[in-house]
């Protein structure tokens, strides 16, 4: 499954909004209606860490301004009001079926 | 706390092997699948292969199907990934990653391996 993610840059005024699509080649959709569509921001240094699992659900520690929107094959990343930690790449990734991909990543930069 | 932590990387010339590890606490690691990925230089992640709770089953993306291993020791409570026939292009972070709810998380800080002569 190629997941495409755009756009590939994406730079933020502070407070300001912003949205990150990831497009899969097939429907993520599995027979219990979760889609299974994975979400992580990758700090500058750091290693991936988790912001939604099973394409909506936030995990632990996530700030409410993060949401994720779509189904099926469309997918958006929404922040509702960038801050200056929320800098790094996000990626989407698929588990739905082998080998597990990823989108090739967006940069979020403060301008 | 969940924690993995990976060692094991280092310089190696091409045509030459390496063996990775990761140490598992805070979890009972024989309940998990568990997964290697890596990200090249300035590239993105890339998954490279996985394996369930007992050992038993493992799977990898093609590009290193019958040059990596991977195998886990749940009295060690450790993964492991034996890469041998190392190309420059398999230069990256590798990262070990417990799987949960359909996702990975944690992921270990990484490990640097360089291919290079």
């Known amino acids: 499954i190629v997941m495409t993610q755009s756009p590939l840059s994406l730079p933020v005024t502070p407070g300001e909004p912003a949205s990150i699509s990831c497009r899969s080649s097939?429907?993520?959709?599995?027979?219990?209606?979760?889609?299974?569509l994975t979400w992580y921001l990758q700090k500058p240094g750091q290693s991936p860490q988790l912001l939604f699992y099973?394409?909506?659900n936030r995990a632990s520690g996530v700030p409410d301004r993060f949401s994720v929107i779509g189904s099926g094959t469309d997918f958006m990343l929404k922040i509702s009001r960038v801050e200056a930690e929320d800098v790094g790449a996000y990626y989407c990734?698929?588990?739905?079926?082998?080998?597990?991909?990823f989108g090739q990543g967006t940069r979020l930069e403060i301008k | 706390e969940v924690q993995l932590v990976e060692s094991g990387g280092g310089l190696v010339q091409p045509g030459g092997s390496l063996r990775l590890s990761c140490a598992a606490s805070?979890?009972?690691?024989?309940?998990?699948?568990m997964a290697w990925f890596r990200q090249g230089p300035g590239r993105g992640l890339e998954w490279m292969a996985g394996?369930?709770?007992?050992?038993?089953?493992?799977y990898y993306v093609d590009s290193v199907k019958g040059r990596f291993t991977i195998s886990r020791d749940s009295a060690e409570k450790s993964l492991y990934l034996q890469m041998n026939s190392l190309r420059v292009e398999d230069s990256a972070v590798y990262f070990c990653?417990?799987?949960?709810?359909?996702?990975?998380?944690?992921w270990g800080q990484g490990t640097l391996v360089t291919v290079a002569s």
């Open positions: 990653a417990r799987a949960d709810k359909s996702s990975y998380d944690p």
């Open positions: 805070g979890f009972t690691f024989s309940n998990y699948w």
């Open positions: 394996i369930n709770p007992d050992g038993s089953e493992s």
């Open positions: 097939q429907s993520l959709l599995r027979s219990d209606g979760f889609h299974q």
């Open positions: 099973l394409a909506s």
């Open positions: 990734m698929q588990t739905l079926q082998g080998p597990i991909t």
